[in-house]
């Protein structure tokens, strides 16, 4: 069957009449209902109800339609992917992080692979985790970096690779009451003011769903613009905070805050690199992704080891 011949059929249709399509597709409307009649010879059944000049699409033109716009749409995106496929090695990479990844995991991770592919662009855009899905769905990125959420690892039109598990702990100032107990249960930390980001954070959105999991819901929450602000709030004694343990290395090392597990309560998450099933990834992309997964898990591999160690 002669796919220019569907594709002429589908403007047709799109078009209304023969001879608009005609103007469009550049053919004379005698030629293209000629093309007509053998694509019904072809088929076997009649595509149109004729009433004199009038052309009306029955029910097998509209089975042969909805068939040609999907045939329409798979050679756009054959035409896209031949052209992904073929572009020079200088493809440049998009895609997209939450905040917490962006700040805290990108640079050391960017870092390397542009010492070893400098002539690889690599552009991310840092943003909530809602607004990122966005940016995917809409084809804006070709992958994202996100935090477990039941919306997106547990959804069937993604592919989801996990890339490390990021260690959450309850962190306080140095001169706090939590630092006199022996162990400090979800209870406990009830009556202090909570710091937590913004209403779209996808940490924020992971930490009350822990705590009301176990029935502990904080009496005073203090909204705070990220983890920046939150770390120097601790540290000036305005309350206390669920945090990664990788944001705050540098503020346990120099002894600035205390941090503590708290009993019964896992706050670990994994952290996932996902994209849309249907997207093929150039291969450049797919480089930049295996030198993440190695960079993250070599470097997850070393803090346990020092966190072994303390």
């Known amino acids: 069957m002669n796919i220019d011949k569907i594709l002429s059929f589908c403007t047709i249709v799109d078009q209304g009449n023969l001879s608009k399509a005609a103007e469009l597709l550049y053919r004379s409307q005698p030629a293209l ?37 999907k045939l329409e749409k798979d050679l756009i995106q054959l035409k896209k992917d031949l052209y992904a496929l073929n572009r020079p090695a200088t493809n440049s990479i998009y895609f997209g992080v939450t905040n917490y990844i962006g700040i805290y995991l990108m640079p050391p991770v960017l870092s390397e692979f542009k010492k070893k592919r400098p002539e690889i662009a690599v552009n991310f855009t840092v943003d909530f985790l809602s607004n990122i899905i966005d940016l995917l769905e809409q084809d804006q990125i070709s992958f994202a970096l996100i935090p477990q959420s039941q919306y997106t690892t547990d959804n069937s039109k993604y592919i989801c690779r996990f890339l490390c598990q990021d260690d959450m702990v309850l962190a306080f100032p140095n001169n706090h009451p939590l630092v006199n107990l022996s162990k400090i249960t979800p209870q406990d930390i009830v009556n202090y003011p909570l710091l937590v980001s913004q209403v779209k954070s996808a940490t924020r959105e992971f930490i009350f769903s822990k705590l009301s999991s176990v029935g502990a819901t904080p009496k005073n929450i203090i909204d705070m613009h990220n983890t920046e602000t939150i770390k120097q709030g601790i540290i000036c004694g305005i309350g206390i905070s669920i945090l990664s343990r990788r944001s705050i290395n540098n503020e346990i090392n ?43 898990q070599l470097e997850t591999s070393v803090n346990h080891q020092n966190m072994k160690g303390e």
Do not use: C
Request: proline share 1%; glycine share 6%.
């Open 254 to 296: 120099n002894k600035l805050l205390k941090v503590a597990y708290i009993e019964g309560l896992d706050l670990n998450r994994a952290l996932y690199v996902i994209h849309k099933k249907n997207k093929r990834l150039s291969d450049e992309t797919k480089m930049f992704i295996n030198s993440l997964l190695e960079n993250i």
């Open 33 to 69: 209902s000629k093309q007509m009649s053998s694509l019904e010879k072809e088929i076997g059944y009649p595509l149109f109800d004729r009433n004199g000049k009038k052309l009306t699409l029955n029910k097998n033109g509209e089975l042969l339609y909805e068939f040609g716009k």
